[in-house]
Nanobody, 115 residues
């Protein structure tokens, strides 16, 4: 069974940095796009950043210049480096990946930016 496991969330002061990690495991034949989404209380889940298997990246306007997504195909992993965090970045962050042609989600990790 395929699963995604995230780590690296936490509480950080405004202006600080965090790095999220997500590793896929199980019977994996192919991984296409990988990405990060977030959901703040009372809001819909929104895209943060995605990266294709070829390394093409896409970012939400709200995080451009502050967040960097990367992936390690050998480790079936995707990362999100978050710098200059703001209180409005507070949310549960979810890893997403298209594995063997189907989308999978991680369990989510809380990121809290304090003012």
């Amino acid at each position: 069974q395929v699963q995604l496991v995230e780590s690296g969330g936490g509480l950080v002061q405004a202006g600080g940095s965090l790095r999220l990690s997500c590793a896929a495991s199980g019977k994996i034949f192919s991984i296409n796009a990988m990405g990060w989404y977030r959901q703040a209380p009372g809001k819909q889940r929104e895209l943060v950043a995605t990266v294709t298997s070829g390394g093409r990246t896409n970012y939400a306007d709200s995080v451009k210049g502050r967040f960097t997504i990367s992936r390690d195909n050998a480790k079936n992993s995707v990362y999100l480096q978050m710098n200059s965090l703001k209180p409005e970045d507070t949310a549960v962050y979810y890893c997403n990946a298209v594995i063997n042609g189907s989308p999978y989600w991680g369990q989510g990790t809380q990121v809290t930016g304090s003012s």
